[in-house]
């Protein structure tokens, strides 16, 4: 399952470091005026709180001689293939399979606790 | 200034540790994780999954993503503690303390009750690995980023979790 906030927030993250690494420090501003976006747009894209366009993905790394590999996670970063949903206490939630994995040796069948 | 709910939950950790002998630096967080309980064991888990507390039928297991950095496992046995100690009211349940989430990160599924939890988690565990009362026997008069370093190394826990408690504890300016 994908985890949508999660790949918003990793891409926003490469992209702040993208920025900050520049010498000079390049400003929200100045990234801005190169997308061709607002100052606000950069804040939130690097917080994870709005989604960038391919355009302005490619754009980013058109400037800035990279690959979009570069900048957005692997899948498997993003996308839990075999998460499982577990539920403790009535609750439903989605786990990793290495966590589900070890919850299940915690947590033997109910036929079998007895 | 620290709010008061937050200087509520040190007293509770600083308590805590006295109670249990183990008012030392660095504290010996798995002691107290044991003596609330709970049983810790140390696995491969995913890799943004940091821990987890499972409550279940009276049993409280604390696990620890062992490929992660010692200081970031030291701090996630301190944050299921604090679910354990502070939300022993949630009966069965299953905590999972995801690596990326921050207090600042909004997570669309969760609730407000359970963001709180989580702060308060954060907030226990700072408190417990650095007690306010154990930390200024350490200070001098001028923190400089090489004193940090070695109340960080003293503590067992990261620079930077050392460095925000400071500036919790209005030791240090924030930057």
């Given at each position: 399952?994908?985890?949508?906030?999660?790949?918003?927030?990793?891409?926003?993250?490469?992209?702040?470091?993208?920025?900050e690494?520049?010498?000079?420090?390049?400003?929200?501003?100045?990234?801005?005026?190169?997308?061709?976006?607002?100052?606000?747009?950069?804040?939130n894209?690097?917080?994870g709180?709005?989604?960038?366009?391919?355009?302005?993905?490619?754009?980013?790394?058109?400037?800035?001689?990279?690959?979009?590999?570069?900048?957005?996670?692997?899948?498997?970063?993003?996308?839990?293939?075999?998460?499982?949903?577990?539920?403790?206490?009535?609750?439903?939630?989605?786990?990793?399979?290495?966590?589900?994995?070890?919850?299940?040796?915690?947590?033997?069948?109910?036929?079998?606790?007895? | 200034?620290?709010?008061?709910?937050?200087?509520?939950?040190?007293?509770?950790?600083?308590?805590?540790?006295?109670?249990?002998?183990?008012?030392?630096?660095?504290?010996?967080?798995?002691?107290?994780?044991?003596?609330?309980?709970?049983?810790?064991?140390?696995?491969?888990?995913?890799?943004?999954?940091?821990?987890?507390l499972?409550?279940?039928?009276?049993?409280?297991?604390?696990?620890?993503?062992?490929?992660?950095?010692?200081?970031?496992?030291?701090?996630t046995?301190?944050?299921?503690?604090?679910?354990?100690?502070?939300?022993?009211?949630?009966?069965?349940?299953?905590?999972?303390?995801?690596?990326?989430?921050?207090?600042?990160?909004?997570?669309?599924?969760s609730?407000?009750?359970?963001?709180?939890?989580?702060i308060?988690?954060?907030q226990?565990a700072?408190?417990?690995?650095?007690?306010?009362?154990?930390?200024?026997?350490?200070?001098?008069?001028?923190?400089?980023?090489?004193?940090?370093?070695?109340?960080?190394?003293r503590?067992?826990?990261?620079e930077?979790?050392?460095?925000?408690?400071?500036?919790?504890?209005?030791?240090?300016?924030?930057?």
């Amino acid at each position: 399952m994908l985890d949508s906030d999660r790949l918003y927030l990793l891409i926003g993250q490469n992209v702040r470091r993208i920025r900050e690494t520049q010498t000079p420090r390049m400003s929200q501003e100045d990234l801005a005026e190169v997308l061709g976006l607002k100052r606000t747009s950069i804040t939130n894209i690097e917080r994870g709180n709005q989604k960038p366009t391919l355009d302005t993905l490619y754009r980013l790394c058109e400037h800035f001689g990279l690959e979009v590999s570069e900048v957005v996670p692997r899948v498997e970063e993003v996308a839990h293939v075999n998460s499982r949903s577990i539920v403790v206490g009535g609750k439903s939630q989605e786990v990793g399979a290495k966590t589900a994995t070890l919850l299940d040796r915690l947590r033997p069948p109910s036929r079998a606790r007895r | 200034m620290r709010k008061p709910y937050a200087r509520a939950i040190d007293t509770r950790a600083t308590e805590l540790l006295r109670k249990f002998n183990l008012f030392n630096a660095p504290v010996d967080v798995q002691a107290v994780a044991e003596r609330l309980g709970a049983a810790v064991v140390f696995d491969d888990l995913d890799d943004d999954v940091s821990g987890f507390l499972l409550k279940e039928k009276k049993v409280a297991t604390i696990a620890v993503n062992k490929l992660h950095h010692p200081n970031r496992q030291r701090f996630t046995m301190a944050h299921e503690c604090g679910h354990l100690y502070l939300h022993a009211d949630q009966g069965d349940r299953l905590w999972v303390d995801k690596a990326y989430t921050s207090i600042f990160y909004r997570d669309a599924s969760s609730s407000t009750g359970d963001k709180l939890a989580e702060i308060q988690a954060n907030q226990f565990a700072a408190g417990l690995l650095m007690p306010e009362g154990l930390l200024r026997e350490h200070l001098t008069e001028e923190l400089s980023d090489v004193d940090i370093f070695r109340l960080a190394l003293r503590f067992q826990v990261s620079e930077q979790a050392m460095t925000l408690r400071l500036v919790s504890l209005d030791v240090l300016e924030s930057a």
